[in-house]
């Protein structure tokens, strides 16, 4: 039985973790801060913990940089928090840690290294 709660929970906590980053893809379009909104912001992957006190926040950045993201983002850590909290019906919205995440950029890295090899192969 206690496993059976423990699945609901996981449940419930992943859809909260892509209700988050949906409504955080639309925030981050609204945010004024110059560091923010001169790049192309794309959140990865979105971790909240089961009782909603702390959430990572894994983002790339695409024509940007990603550390210059990272302070803006901690910078406007309360407007996001505040507008997150509007919408979304939570009894608790989770303080928020931002985390550049290059996983995206090395995987282009990797396949244009790829396409290279077959290029080179080809010829």
Known sequence: MPSRNRG???????RINEEIARELNEILRSVKDP?????????????????LKYCKVRFSVYNGDAAQAA??????????????AQRLDLRLTPELTFIPD??????????????????????
């Open 35 to 51: 560091r923010i909104s001169g790049a192309f912001i794309s959140i990865v992957n979105v971790d909240t913990t089961p009782d």
């Open 71 to 84: 302070k803006g983002l901690k910078s406007a850590s309360g407007f996001i928090r505040r507008e997150l």
């Open 8 to 14: 609901s929970a996981s449940f419930k906590t992943a």
């Open 102 to 123: 290059n996983s995206i950029e090395h995987g282009a890295h990797i396949s244009a290294i790829i396409e290279s090899l077959k290029n080179e192969k080809e010829n």
